[in-house]
């Protein structure tokens, strides 16, 4: 059964950092285009961030510059580092998997995980 698990979330403060993991089983983690994205309720499902399986990385323009994601396929994790944090950037943080080339419409990925939550403080 595939399974992708969110860590890391929390609270922090604006300007400050934090670093979400994503670990991934049940799949081989090396043929999927690994995405992140977030949903703050009422609003829409906001793509973040992804890297494809030859580290190609697209960031969304709201986050570029102040986050980072990678991967390590031995460890079939995924991670977001986040810095310079702002009150915006608060929203529950899902990893995704799929397979289609470079897709920031989560509507394209097909594994989820249950999300974890990031609340940035002014």
């Known amino acids: 059964q595939v399974q992708l698990v969110e860590s890391g979330g929390g609270l922090a403060q604006a300007g400050g950092s934090l670093r979400l993991s994503c670990g991934a089983s049940?799949?081989?983690?090396?043929?999927?285009?690994m995405g992140w994205f977030r949903h703050d309720p009422g609003k829409e499902r906001e793509f973040v961030s992804l890297v494809s399986r030859s580290g190609v990385t697209y960031y969304a323009n709201s986050v570029k510059g102040r986050f980072t994601i990678s991967r390590d396929n031995a460890k079939k994790t995924v991670w977001l580092q986040m810095n310079s944090l702002k009150p915006e950037d608060t929203a529950v943080y899902y990893c995704?998997?799929?397979?289609?080339?470079?897709?920031?419409?989560?509507?394209?990925?097909?594994?989820w995980g249950q999300g974890t939550q990031v609340t940035v403080s002014s």
């Open positions: 995704a998997a799929g397979t289609v080339w470079l897709t920031a419409d989560w509507r394209q990925y097909d594994y």
């Open positions: 049940g799949l081989t983690f090396g043929t999927y285009v």
